[in-house]
């Protein structure tokens, strides 16, 4: 496995992390506008609510990271939130005025040409049905996954929309056989553990119950991991070092 892209099954789901975010400022436009042009038919993205109740995609909480410390997202109002220049942090010279996306432009530009992995990205307990809502305001349903680190959010989108798949994201330490149980007996469509903690051992047994999907993908290193132990899919911020198919 030296060259790259590795090849995979094309029912292994290649998930643009954030966009192609190695190459482009994360969440943007930019982002996802290159994970497509590289071939990928899946991308992750984060969202949250802006002050005044806006589904917006970005990451972090605070902005510090993005070139505007002391401000956080759910404090500015989209209006405010749209004015940020989201780009210049990675890249100056090729990204400056790149802006935040809401969830709704980003499905109005790209409609089902995507699966989309929607991280619940807050605990707010209203999350859920707001982004159900914008899913199911373009009929999307079945072209998304809704994702989270907050089991107690992946429940409520269960008992809202039954039908909706489900991925429980889980954090360091947590995958576990207990776990594998858990996120099945909940109805959830897929388990996604840290990709350096899947083991053939765990995968295998998860797959008596559901697919697993790993993410935090830091290099070649945790994509071969994920590869060798039988994962369904990954996100990766380098989604051009996949491939489906044969050679
Ligand atoms: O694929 C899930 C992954 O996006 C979760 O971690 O921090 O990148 O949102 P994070
Ligand atoms: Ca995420």
Known sequence: MSTLPVRVPT????????????YAPENTLAAFRLAERMGATEIELDVQFSRDRQLVIVHDETLDRYGYPSLASADLTWTELQTLDMGS?????????????????????????????????T?????????????DNFGLNANAIITSFH????????????????????KTGEFTNENITRAANAGFF???????????????????????????????????QALETGCDGLTINWPD???HGSP
């Not at 029912?11 to 190695?22: C, E, L, M, W, Y």
């Not at 605990?123 to 899913?135: F, I």
């Open 11 to 22: 029912q292994f789901s290649i998930i643009a992390h954030r966009g192609a975010s190695a």
């Open 89 to 121: 942090w990675f890249s100056p010279y090729l990204y400056r005025g790149e802006q935040m996306l809401r969830l709704d432009q980003l499905f109005q530009i790209f409609r089902n040409r995507f699966i989309y992995h929607i991280e619940l990205k």
């Open 123 to 135: 605990p707010s307990l209203d999350l859920p049905q707001a982004v159900l809502t914008c899913v």
């Open 151 to 170: 089991f107690d959010l992946l429940i409520r989108v269960r008992a809202l929309a039954p039908q909706q798949r489900v991925g429980w994201l889980l």
């Open 190 to 224: 897929q388990i996604c553990p840290i990709a350096r903690e899947t083991t053939l051992d765990l995968v295998t047994r998860a797959h008596q119950l559901l697919p697993v999907r790993a993410h935090t993908v830091k290099g070649l290193d945790d994509m071969r």
């Open 241 to 243: 070092w996949l491939i």
